[in-house]
């Protein structure tokens, strides 16, 4: 079962998140020959279930309150004598729970008869009968069977009689009790135990787990007053604690016993529910054994009912409520679990997790660990895989890494000793644990080095190696402040201006705000389109996740220079409305526009984007998805002109080429109609050139590559967005198509963003949880587009996550993020090509969908991404001003009385722009952050004053808008 468990069926389940078969086993019920029978009899013979014992009328009843669907998905493990077994197994299907006698459970001993050989155990460990194990005792000796109990038992091989005298020598058993631990840390002790620890002091009717029983309801007429008169009510009392036989924790552990992701990644103590499905408590990184106690102790501390009940645990069932416990000193690490905590909370379902830190400014506490328990204090401390287990009544002290899925499962070799005792304090365990640092016979001490346990202490399942960080939430600084949907950033570019850095905004209400970087100063703001926001019904968020795909605001800035003047600087924006909205009617539309403004925010002229009809004869005016610019060459007047090259919303079919644009036809492709990507001459007063056709899908992005000879295009289709078409045109011969790549055949999808440095380029793919590096080199008479590879970040764990992302450059730099993650991560563009470690497979989207859209332990590429990059700045969420919480209508529900407001996302990062050793930062509250970074950005950093001149991507919607399709005439 183990080599199934990590075999095969652990790829099967893999995706998701599933455990191994040893945590999915409930309970073991024995099958006796005679009801095996009587599950086949004729319904005639129902008559005999009345001469059943009580205990199974009890099952009975109990299978009777339980829903068809419910008893369905209950797992279980029979073991069937041989005779019934065939026809048992044939007529599974119409199997009824009712005839399973539990004869015995997963906690009792099995006698031997009841396992004769030929019989066979039946093992359901998935929901309903979806995965059916069927196992044949094949020999029936007394070894076989131990062996088949322990592992459905979880029982010792060879059990240790219990000798006091080895505890006696201990010095810290014949301390008094007000010296001992369980004495300064009460709560934690019986928790570690398995004792019932109240959630609050004053006396509640609960479940026996502790928490609330189904159908009970809050008294929110209970008054403060009435609490107060129990405060010093010591809680449950003794008969109330112990009324279950059932232990309110399953199996406890504390000591180094593995090592997962990194050096910092080594759980160091837990408690399981006593389902064994979930922590109660858990630590995951080693900390001093002093601070783990007091932590723990707080954690598990009762509070007073309705007055410390923020989190509102009453709602929660006792093993449903995990706490996580962290050093003081281990700012990230607490910063990380509250914001899992916070994402996991939010959802609403599964286990309510808590997190607790001491104070840095704490006082020492009395009780010292390492002067009543030094041998344990110092195998714990010393850094090595040194730890101890207690589950069932049996304490093992252990050495080595921990095995099993989860790594808290072990080898026989590892146990030091075993000790089957039902512990009457913590402290009594302790000195177990000191007087079993004994290996081979001989003591144990902190600095022995054991070749079999202590040879690799490097992490089991390595992460990515981590980039440089060079900014923390700490080192960012906030520009400018706001809480408001309305504000948020939606553009930002930079340039410079009298030897000072430049920052322009825009937002989604239409205004455009200019910043000085160096000093933080704001200089003004405008509006630049009307502010028509309350208008604008679509929706920000998606499934938690702030999704902006199209705004009535600024959705695109470039900055260029003012003629040859590289003084000042000209501004071009551009909308996703069309002119007049709302006031003017849809059908009575005008073109859209770029608009072009000068540095003092006037504007000086527009440039009006219209291609003709569509092909039911109305004009199209579509909308503007992305603008670049470059040079194009002229032939009428033999020279190169600095051009704009503006991407439409809007469908151009075209002539099948073949892929092969050899015998392509400018002429003829032009007399088909207009195009979906418009050229201007830019210097002009708006002067358009001929249109670029050809079958590309809805333009979302442009680049210049290939020393700006080039232009890159990336279309997607119509309706269901996914890629279409990546098409290289050329410079010299505007309009004429060089190569083809169709996406179809990749797993390109979700371009957010792209990054080009001569003829290597970057797609901000998977909403920019992805890198996918393009290169453009030179194949015999034409080029070729080769997708070298893909750079999981592994941000992003489900389908449904993270919608919206950015990506920006400068010179050979570009900089990618995420509103699901604060963090940006940094760049090279001409060396992810040529990165080691990308990962080259490639095919059809759909064969690698759950790959690139769920979090895969065994995908080695899971994190290629971070090891790409060649840096990472951390911003704080929503560049350091988080919305208010918002009140519930509904304070009784589950997930408390406060949730985070709508519109807002996860608080990353939704805008970029970087320059030289500024990285700005755009937040959905309207928030704006600034880092700055090492002077090696400066090299190779743009000598004039454009800015996002050469990339530009859109993530507008293919089947949310009016996307026209043009009229093709032939």
Known sequence: MTSICENAIKIRRECNHDYG????????????????????????????????????????????????????????????CPDAFERTKKRYDEFDDDYAKVLASSDTKLSLNLLPKDTIIEVTYDYGDSTIIYLKVLHAKQKEVQKLLEYFNMEADTLVDVDKEEWKQVPAYSLPKEQQVDYYFPNFSKIFLG???????????????????????????????????????????????????QKASGAASMGKFACIRHEKDTPFCFIENNCLDSDLLNCPTVMDINELLQVAEHAWSPKNYHKDDPDHLDYYRYSCIMRF???????????????????????????????????????????????????????????????????????????????????????????????KYKFESFHELLCAVEASWVYKGKELKADDVLVDFDADLEPSQPGPKEPTCYGNKDDCVQISASDKPEKAVTALAITEEDGKSILYSGHHDGTLCKYCLDDNQHLWTKQMYPNVVNDFTESHEMWGHFHLDKTP????????????????????????????????????????????????????????????????????????????????????????????????????????????????????????GEGNILPFFEHSRGEPMETWREDIGLVRALAVCGRKKTVLSYG???????????????????????????????????????????????????????????????????????????????????????????????GPFAAMANEMQPTVWIFETAKCASNSALDHKDGKMRAFYMKDTSYDENDRHRFSGREIAIGSVRFPEFGGNPPSMKKDENPSCMI??????????????????????????????GTLSRVELPKDFEIGMETDLSCNHQASCSSLPSDMWYAPILDFEM
Not at 53 to 70: I, Q
Not at 595 to 616: A, H, M, P, Q, T
Not at 916 to 924: I, N, P, Y
Request: proline share 3%; with cysteine.
């Open 21 to 80: 078969i040893t945590q999915h086993l409930w309970k073991m019920e024995i099958m006796s020959e005679k009801n095996a029978t009587h599950c086949d009899d004729d319904e005639d013979d129902d008559d005999d279930d009345d001469d059943d014992d009580d205990d199974d009328d009890d099952d009975e009843d109990m299978d009777e309150d339980m829903d068809e669907e419910e008893r369905r998905n209950k797992r279980r493990i029979l073991v069937k």
């Open 553 to 672: 605001g600024v959705a695109g800035i470039v900055i260029r220079p003012n003629g040859k003047s590289q003084k000042t600087h000209l501004i071009y924006t551009w909308t996703h409305i069309y002119p007049g909205f709302p006031d003017v009617e849809f059908k009575d539309r005008e073109p859209s526009r770029v608009k072009c403004w000068n540095s003092d925010g006037f504007l000086k002229r527009e440039y009006i984007c219209d291609v003709g009809d569509d092909e039911e004869g109305n004009r199209a005016h579509p909308t503007i998805s992305t603008v670049v610019f470059c040079e194009l060459y002229r032939e009428d007047l033999e020279r190169w002109v600095d051009s704009m090259i503006v991407g439409l919303h809007c469908v151009a079919t075209s002539i099948d080429w073949k892929n092969n644009y050899s015998d392509f036809d400018l002429e003829t492709a032009q007399e088909c």
């Open 896 to 925: 408390g009385s406060e949730s985070k407001p709508d519109d807002f996302g996860d608080g990353g990062v939704i805008a970029l722009a970087i320059r030289g050793k500024w990285l700005v930062a755009g937040f959905s509250n």
């Open 325 to 419: 416990i962290c050093a003081a000193n281990n700012t990230e690490g607490y910063e990380k679990i509250k914001e899992m905590i916070a994402k996991e909370n939010s959802m609403g379902c599964g286990a309510k997790m808590l997190v607790f830190q001491l104070d840095k400014t704490r006082k020492k506490h009395p009780f010292d660990f390492e002067k009543v328990f030094p041998k344990t204090h110092a195998m714990l401390s010393n850094g090595k895989f040194r730890w101890f287990l207690y589950k069932k009544d049996i304490l093992r002290v252990l050495v080595g890494r921990g095995a099993g899925y989860s790594h808290r499962d072990y080898e026989r070799r590892q146990v030091l000793k075993t000790w």
């Open 716 to 810: 997607v289709h119509l309706g269901h967005g996914f890629p279409l078409a990546i098409v290289l045109w050329s410079c010299e011969e505007p309009g004429v198509p060089l190569c083809r790549f169709n996406c179809e055949q990749c797993r390109i999808n979700g371009v957010a963003g792209l990054s080009v440095h001569n003829s290597d380029v970057i797609l901000a793919d998977c909403y920019a949880d992805r890198i996918v590096a393009i290169s453009v080199e030179e194949y015999g008479l034409y080029p070729k587009i080769n997708v070298e590879g893909y750079g999981k970040i592994g941000n992003r764990y489900y389908i449904d996550e993270g919608f919206h992302g950015r990506m920006a450059m400068s």
């Open 195 to 245: 004792h019932y620890v109240p959630l609050f002091n004053k006396k509640r009717t609960r479940t026996s787990g502790g928490g609330r029983k189904d159908g009970d309801k809050q008294d929110m007429n209970d008054d403060d007053d009435n609490d107060d008169d129990d405060d010093d009510d010591d809680g449950y009392d003794d008969k109330e604690a112990n009324s279950n036989t």
